[in-house]
């Protein structure tokens, strides 16, 4: 069994920056995709970005490519997603997501998620 917790998240100007942090305990997550997805208040929960296991592939969703990047840390058991130029549209809880199989964008093919972070973006 794999935990996911998340830290970095807070209350951030239009513009501004924030990197979060998907720390994993249990086991490694060295052979596994890893994800980052958020929910805003009434909204289903949407894909933000995918790393495959040794990072060599990275996928965005439209909203965000350009602005955030997604990278690991295997050594350190750690997924990170550096957000830049902060939209408040972008203000949501932020999930971490392990062991994606089938679509790196689909919630449903991943077996591991963290309890969230808040990301609240201010205009």
């Known amino acids: 069994q794999v935990q996911l917790v998340e830290s970095g998240g807070g209350l951030v100007q239009a513009g501004g920056s924030l990197r979060l942090s998907c720390a994993a305990s249990?086991?490694?997550?060295?052979?596994?995709?890893m994800g980052w997805f958020r929910q805003a208040p009434g909204k289903e929960r949407d894909f933000v970005a995918a790393?495959?296991?040794?990072?060599?592939?990275?996928y965005y969703a439209d909203s965000v490519k350009g602005r955030f990047t997604i990278s690991r840390d295997n050594t350190k058991n750690t997924v990170y997603l550096q957000m830049n130029s902060l939209k408040p549209e972008d203000t949501a809880v932020y999930y971490c997501a392990g062991r994606g199989t089938g679509s790196y964008s689909s919630p449903a093919d991943y077996d591991y998620w963290g309890q969230g972070t808040q990301v609240t973006v201010s205009s």
């Open positions: 249990g086991r490694s997550i060295s052979s596994y995709r």
């Open positions: 790393i495959s296991w040794r990072g060599g592939s990275t």
